[in-house]
């Protein structure tokens, strides 16, 4: 059977000016693809096997190719945007015919220019088109474990469970949403700390590091912005959570401890309406 999306190896079963007919091993009836003149290797006859990518031409017929695309049935890969129109996202993908990102199947609205993960899918029309939405598609077989150290593009954001992440383009993982910290974003690379790896492969992530060590970084970013405040930060630690989280990109308890740390070190002093630096 001739698999839509795929590499396969098929045979030449006819030779015509435009180019050779191509069938699979015991072929159902008239079950066979085009594989266009250029595209025919120098010598090749009936009889022989040639490996070829399967896809849909733009009139919507099967027709094959000797090129590699970039991204296979079920696969997750790195693709730009070439054009936008008036359905969706065009990716180059390494084939004649760009790859239709439908705006249905976008976590954010994509650019000209700008690079996206996806994964390939058949819709409904029978026709090969781009998703954003890669979670069933990545893979659970990562080699990473607790503690260590990763790197993932963010593909979508959940209110309810934090940032998804494709670790390595093709592992699955979450930024639980507690774990959430500063401005991330759709399409965003996050470099991260496996907190967790769970019973079915998936990861769990942190960008922050152990709270000792958090501490430490959170107390130095602290004094960075007293100083863009001129050395007086117009709130202190028993401000509203949404403004510290606002201003410093940091949880209140985080924001007191590193404040708590830096009061210790005789750093700052805190008044009844903000935090100083002593000079």
Excluded at 50 to 62: M, N, P, Q, T
Excluded at 101 to 110: I, S
Excluded at 146 to 169: L, M
Aim: hydrophobic share 35%.
């Amino acid at each position: 059977m001739i698999q839509l999306g795929k590499k396969q190896k098929l045979r030449v079963v006819k030779k015509v000016d435009f180019g050779v007919y191509l069938a699979p091993e015991n072929p159902d009836e008239d079950e066979k693809v085009l594989l266009p003149i250029k595209q025919v290797p120098a010598g090749i006859g009936i009889g022989d096997e040639i490996e070829v990518f399967v896809y849909k031409d733009s009139k919507d017929r099967l027709i094959s190719t000797t090129n590699t695309p970039k991204l296979e049935l079920g696969q997750v890969a790195e693709l730009e945007v070439s054009q936008v129109g008036k359905i969706g996202a065009f990716l180059n993908w390494g084939l004649e015919k760009d790859l239709l990102l439908p705006f249905r199947e976008q976590t954010k609205r994509m650019k000209e220019g700008e690079k996206c993960l996806v994964a390939l899918y058949v819709d409904k029309s029978s026709r090969l088109c781009a998703t954003m939405n890669v979670y069933e598609y990545l893979r659970t077989d990562s080699p990473y474990d607790k503690e260590d150290r990763v790197t993932g593009r963010v593909y979508e954001i959940s209110k309810e469970f934090g940032a998804f992440v494709a670790v390595d383009n093709c592992y699955s993982a979450l930024i639980p949403r507690k774990e959430l910290y500063g401005d991330i974003r759709v399409g965003d690379d996050v470099a991260a700390r496996v907190t967790h790896r769970k019973e079915d492969g998936k990861l769990n992530l942190s960008i922050r590091e152990k709270a000792y060590i958090q501490m430490q970084t959170d107390a130095e970013k602290v004094m960075q912005i007293i100083d863009s405040f001129d050395g007086a930060l117009p709130f202190n630690d028993k401000a509203n959570p949404e403004v510290i989280r606002r201003e410093t990109g940091m949880s209140k308890n985080e924001f007191k401890r590193a404040v708590g740390g830096l009061l210790k070190q005789g750093r700052i002093e805190i008044t009844e309406k903000a935090i100083r630096k002593i000079k």
